[in-house]
C-alpha cells in the first residue's frame, strides 16, 4: 500500500478538527495540522486551537509551536511538514492533515513555487505599512510592480499582498515571474476530504463560534498582544478588530460583528479557492464515518490501480 495523506479541507467552522480526530482514530495515525494561524503559542482562543481533550485523542503536530514574533513563512512549513511526513511514513501508512489555510495545504500536497530570499526589513515595513496607511496603500504598490498579479490576486488579503510585494521590492522582479515554475513531485498519493454545508447553516456556524470564543475570553487573549499588533501573524481576523476597539474606533458589540462578517467572508474565499480544484471528495458536514472510510479507502485503492 502506497503511503497515503488524506488532508481533511473545508470553510472555518466546518468541523475539520473533528473529522481529522475521527480518522485519526479510525487509522491508528497522527495529524499534521495545516491552519497557519494556530502556529501561534500566544493565540488560542481566536485562531480555534484544539482542545486538551481533542489534542489527547490523537498526536497533532505543528499545534502553537511557533511565537508571534518568529518568522516562519509558507516554505519553512513545506519544508518541516514534509520531513514529519517522511518521518510517520516509516511507521504509518496513512497521516491525516487539516487546515483552512489553502496555499499551506497546496505547499504539502502539490509543492511551492520557489522564490529568493529576501530582507525580513522589507515584510516589518510592509506591515507597518498596512498599520498606519490601511491596505489600499499595498493594492496601489503592487498595482504599480506587479500588474500580472495584481488582476488574480485577493486583494482584500493583506497576507498575500505583503508576501507579493516583499518579493517584487527584494528581488527587483515581479511576483508573477517566480510563479508556475516546475514542482518536485511528491512520493505519496493525496485524498483530499472537503466538508460542506448549505450557506445559512455554515454562516449560523461562524456566529456561534464567534459568540463562543468571546464567552471564553478572546478580548482577555487579545489585550496583551495590542503592543504586538504590527506583527504579521497578528494580521487576522478576529484579533485586528479588538485592535480598533482597544484603539477607540469602535464599540466592542461593532467589533464582534466585524469579526463575524470578516470571518464569513474568510470563509467564502476559502470555498472559492476549493471550488476551483478537482478531485475532493465532498461530504455532508454532518457525514456517516463509517460511509465515509468506505469511501476513502476505495478512493485509495483506486488511486493506487491507476
Request: glycine letters at 4%; charged letters at 30%; a neutral charge.
Amino acid at each position: 500500500m502506497k503511503s497515503t495523506l488524506i488532508s481533511v479541507v473545508g470553510p472555518t467552522a466546518i468541523g475539520k478538527t473533528a473529522l481529522a480526530i475521527a480518522l485519526a482514530k479510525t487509522f491508528k495515525t497522527e495529524i499534521i495540522s495545516a491552519d497557519s494561524r494556530q502556529f501561534y503559542k500566544e493565540m488560542t482562543i481566536g485562531t480555534a486551537v484544539p482542545s486538551e481533550t481533542e489534542l489527547a485523542q490523537a498526536p497533532h503536530h505543528f499545534i502553537q509551536h511557533k511565537s508571534i514574533h518568529d518568522t516562519y513563512s509558507v516554505g519553512d512549513f513545506e519544508r518541516d511538514a514534509l520531513d514529519k511526513l517522511q518521518e510517520l511514513f516509516k511507521e504509518k501508512k496513512i497521516v491525516i492533515m487539516a487546515g483552512g489555510s489553502g496555499l499551506y495545504t497546496d505547499a504539502v500536497t502539490q509543492g511551492l513555487d520557489h522564490f529568493p530570499n529576501v530582507n525580513s526589513k522589507i515584510r516589518t515595513q510592509l506591515n507597518e505599512e498596512l498599520l498606519n496607511n490601511g491596505i489600499s496603500s499595498l493594492q496601489d504598490q503592487l498595482k504599480t510592480l506587479d500588474l500580472e498579479y495584481y488582476n488574480k490576486v485577493d486583494l482584500k488579503n493583506p497576507h498575500r499582498l505583503i508576501r507579493a510585494l516583499e518579493i517584487c521590492i527584494g528581488s527587483g522582479q515581479p511576483y508573477s515571474s517566480f510563479l508556475n515554475r516546475e514542482r518536485t513531485a511528491r512520493e505519496f498519493q493525496t485524498v483530499t476530504v472537503g466538508l460542506e454545508a448549505d450557506r445559512k447553516i455554515l454562516y449560523d456556524r461562524i456566529n456561534r463560534r464567534v459568540d463562543l470564543m468571546v464567552e471564553q475570553g478572546l478580548l482577555e487573549e487579545v489585550s496583551p498582544l495590542k503592543i504586538y499588533s504590527a506583527v504579521n501573524a497578528l494580521q487576522t481576523v478576529g484579533y485586528k478588530e479588538l485592535f480598533r476597539y482597544m484603539n477607540g474606533e469602535m464599540d466592542l458589540k461593532s467589533a464582534i460583528e466585524e469579526i463575524k462578517k470578516n470571518t464569513r467572508r474568510f470563509a467564502k474565499r476559502q470555498l472559492t479557492w476549493l471550488r476551483k480544484k478537482e478531485d475532493i471528495l465532498w461530504v455532508d458536514y454532518e457525514y456517516n464515518l463509517d460511509e465515509l472510510v468506505q469511501k476513502i479507502e476505495q478512493k485509495i485503492n483506486r488511486d493506487e490501480d491507476a
